[in-house]
């Protein structure tokens, strides 16, 4: 018997005004997949990404989460499904007045249901998750490398254990050593804790180590979607000019 999606998109169209970003767009997220979203600037990734977190509605179209459809106005419903994902946004966003320690304790102090002594043991756990030791988190976000922002908002993405994981750029500004270094993590994680990913970004280097499927956004839909090795036969303008001609290095 099949398994439901993690994530399931019907008929999304998405407008500002008079700008269509996009247009009857299906799609379809499998547990356990690593899935790359490209396209170009303006194709509306990262709206499709907030519209997969809840934080925009699409203008017509339905977003379901674990079978739960994101606009479904059951309150409890709603918090119950965001639990059961994390995020981790293009510049980390932290709380800039919070420590290491406090930006990864926030979402488990939003749950009102932990003493201070577990909230301390998980955030070390997760830490430890993130190749990063106790001693950092009495650190402030402004004393951070970019490289361990990203760790930390990692950390803080998987405070709540969550089964789906969304990424937006995830290696933007990093240097090739600390961007493979990075995607080495979040490939480790992802297999140790059977996670699904949803990515947004434009490195093919991030893309090839990563991704299982790549979906790519052109012309205000998806013009193809599946595993690398298929999406890579596909003829379309934006294909050919974004993975190149040699096509197999990305296999």
């Known amino acids: 018997m099949n398994q439901p999606p993690v994530i399931e ?26 899935l790359g979203l490209v396209g170009g600037s303006g194709s509306g990734k990262t709206t499709l990404l907030r ?24 309150g409890r419903l709603q918090r119950s499904v965001r639990r059961r994902l994390g995020m981790l946004f293009q510049h980390g966003a932290l709380f800039s007045a ?4 406090d930006n990864i304790a926030f979402p488990l102090r939003e749950l009102r249901c932990l003493d201070e002594d577990w ?10 998750m993130v190749e990063l030791a106790p001693g950092h988190g009495r650190l402030m976000p402004a004393e951070l490398s970019g490289g361990m922002v990203k760790r930390v908002a990692l950390a803080r993405a998987l405070a709540l254990e969550p089964e789906l ?8 500004g990093l240097d090739p050593d600390r961007s493979q270094n990075f995607v080495d993590l979040v490939a480790a994680l992802q297999q140790a804790l059977g996670l699904t990913v949803v990515m947004v970004t434009h490195d093919l280097r991030t893309l090839s180590s990563l991704a299982s499927h790549i979906a790519v956004l052109a012309d205000q839909r998806l013009v193809a979607c599946g595993p690398k090795a ?22």
């Not at 909230?119 to 430890?128: A, F, N, P, T």
């Not at 994981?165 to 933007?172: F, Q, S, V």
């Not at 596909?234 to 974004?242: A, E, K, T």
């Open 119 to 128: 909230i301390r043991r998980l955030v070390h756990l997760k830490l430890d």
């Open 51 to 74: 519209e997969m977190l809840g934080l925009l509605r699409p203008t017509a179209g339905s977003v379901r989460l674990f079978e739960v459809d994101l606009a479904d106005p059951d």
């Open 165 to 172: 994981l969304l990424l937006d750029e995830p290696t933007a």
């Open 9 to 34: 998109l019907r008929g999304i169209s998405t407008r500002f005004g008079s700008q269509v970003v996009h247009r009857d767009l299906d799609l379809r997220v499998e547990a356990g997949q690593i």
């Open 98 to 101: 919070l420590s290491v320690f």
């Open 230 to 251: 298929e999406v890579m036969t596909v003829d379309h303008p934006f294909i050919s000019g974004f993975f190149g001609t040699d096509r197999r290095k990305l296999l």
